[in-house]
């Protein structure tokens, strides 16, 4: 839904640009190019942000399922680590030797 906002008001802009302006062709060509390449950008980083949410929440379904998590060169299982739901961190329990140890879940495959 929110494309298609996005798809009026970039219609809405581009028709208010081609009547109701007094550019030059060569401004509006400049304008329509900065615009296309502000949208495409907005896409692009939503795209890539909805990919790494999408590989974080597949680490912590992994562990929540008691299976071991490779973070760096750490394995990250329940036995010595407990998830922080809000920060997604994985924070070593009391009487490991990983305690107290933080590690984030978007670092971990």
């Known amino acids: 839904m929110a494309y298609l906002a996005g798809l009026i008001v970039t219609g809405l802009f581009f028709l208010t640009l081609h009547y109701f302006t007094e ?4 401004q509006k060509i400049v ?8 949208i495409l950008g907005a896409v692009a980083y939503n795209s890539y942000t ?8 597949a680490v912590v379904l ?3 399922q008691n299976k071991t998590v490779k973070c760096k060169d750490v394995d990250v299982n329940a ?11 994985f924070i070593g329990k009391k009487g490991t030797p990983n305690y107290a140890q933080m590690i984030s879940a978007s670092g971990c495959e």
């Open 62 to 64: 992994k562990f929540k």
């Open 50 to 57: 909805a990919t790494q949410q999408e590989k974080m929440l």
């Open 23 to 26: 550019l030059t062709k060569q």
């Open 31 to 38: 304008a329509t190019g900065i615009t296309l390449a502000i």
């Open 79 to 89: 036995s010595n680590y407990t998830l922080s739901i809000g920060t997604y961190t």
